[in-house]
């Protein structure tokens, strides 16, 4: 057992500490207590968080279509014949795709944008997946591509930036009903109004 004394902490705890204090969300104390709830519970529980993190890491990917996550070359979604190749909905996180597939409305593809355009954070357009989500729509056969970005300044930007690029393609590019309240995220809405945003959405 380390030692817990005021004079400090050994240094595999700070260690860990250290760590977990740059997660976020988690400040100095949380971090601390976080350690030491992992020191105290079962060995194997704490190991097995550490190997969830390691697995995450070596074998979670982007899907090479969608940039969906994935542990193959394609996710599960792209791979599934069953879903609608004439729809593609434009999210900007793998977490907003999760939200939108639990609605349980929507059976068309995905391409995650990995971000969206924030001049003020320095993301431009070059480092999200833009190049190949025209790509996409400039060799696939869809007929609509939805813009699910999050209602917020920046996800309207970057929603009107897309579906100009898209413009010179025979496809309609819609845009999420505001169901979800300008400013709220996506990842945050229930499945109800995420069903009605997709289900009420309009023309851009
Ligand atoms: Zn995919």
Do not use: W
């Given at each position: 057992?380390?030692?817990?004394?005021?004079?400090g902490?050994?240094?595999?705890?700070?260690?860990l500490?250290?760590?977990?204090?740059?997660?976020?969300?988690?400040?100095?104390?949380s971090a601390e207590?976080?350690a030491?709830?992992?020191?105290?519970?079962?060995?194997?529980?704490?190991?097995?968080?550490?190997?969830?993190?390691?697995?995450v890491?070596?074998?979670?990917?982007?899907c090479?279509h969608?940039?969906?996550?994935?542990?193959?070359?394609a996710?599960?979604?792209?791979?599934?014949?069953?879903?609608?190749?004439t729809?593609?909905c434009?999210v900007?996180?793998?977490?907003d795709?999760?939200?939108?597939?639990q609605s349980?409305?929507y059976?068309?593809?995905?391409?995650?944008?990995?971000?969206?355009?924030?001049?003020?954070?320095g993301?431009?357009?070059?480092?999200?997946?833009?190049?190949?989500l025209?790509?996409?729509?400039?060799t696939?056969?869809?007929?609509?591509?939805?813009?699910?970005?999050n209602?917020?300044?920046?996800?309207d930007?970057?929603?009107?930036?897309?579906s100009?690029?898209?413009?010179?393609?025979?496809?309609?590019?819609?845009?999420?009903a505001?169901?979800i309240?300008?400013?709220?995220?996506?990842?945050?809405?229930?499945?109800?109004?995420i069903?009605?945003a997709l289900?009420?959405?309009?023309?851009?």
């Amino acid at each position: 057992m380390a030692s817990q004394n005021n004079s400090g902490q050994s240094g595999a705890v700070s260690d860990l500490v250290d760590h977990l204090s740059r997660l976020p969300g988690i400040g100095r104390k949380s971090a601390e207590r976080l350690a030491f709830h992992l020191l105290r519970v079962h060995e194997s529980e704490a190991i097995a968080l550490a190997d969830a993190i390691r697995r995450v890491r070596q074998d979670v990917r982007y899907c090479e279509h969608c940039f969906n996550l994935c542990e193959t070359t394609a996710c599960q979604i792209c791979s599934d014949p069953n879903r609608d190749a004439t729809r593609l909905c434009v999210v900007e996180q793998p977490r907003d795709l999760m939200s939108l597939e639990q609605s349980g409305v929507y059976k068309g593809l995905y391409h995650v944008l990995l971000g969206r355009i924030a001049p003020l954070d320095g993301i431009g357009p070059d480092q999200l997946t833009i190049d190949a989500l025209v790509d996409r729509v400039r060799t696939g056969n869809f007929v609509e591509v939805i813009m699910a970005t999050n209602p917020t300044v920046e996800g309207d930007g970057t929603s009107l930036y897309v579906s100009n690029l898209l413009g010179e393609f025979p496809v309609q590019v819609t845009r999420l009903a505001r169901g979800i309240t300008a400013g709220s995220i996506l990842e945050y809405a229930n499945r109800e109004v995420i069903a009605d945003a997709l289900t009420g959405r309009q023309k851009l």
